[in-house]
Nanobody
């Protein structure tokens, strides 16, 4: 059974940094692309970033503007999102997701439960 467990969310001040982590199990980790998706209060789901199965290619939403970095560790079966220069509009529930194939173009098939990030002074 595929399992995705997010951690690292919490309260952070504007301009601060936070690192999210996703622990994955139940599948061949490096065989699938992974994504981070978020949902801000009252807003639609937004794809934040995605990374190919081998970690060789990454994509980011334009709203991120070079502030976040996605990565994965095959040995640990984990994926991370390093968030810097956080803004109030980054406040959202962040979901870890497993994609349908090695590349992200076919979309998401499994979701984690999410972790809340609140950016406020």
């Amino acid at each position: 059974e595929v399992q995705l467990v997010e951690s690292g969310g919490g309260l952070v001040q504007p301009g601060g940094s936070l690192r999210l982590s996703c622990a994955a199990s139940g599948f061949t980790f490096n065989g699938y692309a992974m994504s981070w998706v978020r949902q801000a209060p009252g807003k639609r789901l937004e794809l934040v970033s995605a990374i190919t199965g081998n970690g060789g290619t990454t994509v980011y939403a334009e709203s991120i503007q070079d502030r976040f970095t996605i990565s994965r560790d095959t040995a640990k079966n984990t994926m991370a999102l390093e968030m810097n220069s956080l803004k109030s509009e980054d406040t959202a529930v962040y979901f870890c997701a497993k994609d349908r194939s090695r590349n992200p173009e076919r979309g998401i098939e499994v979701w984690g439960q999410g972790t809340l990030v609140t950016v406020s002074s």
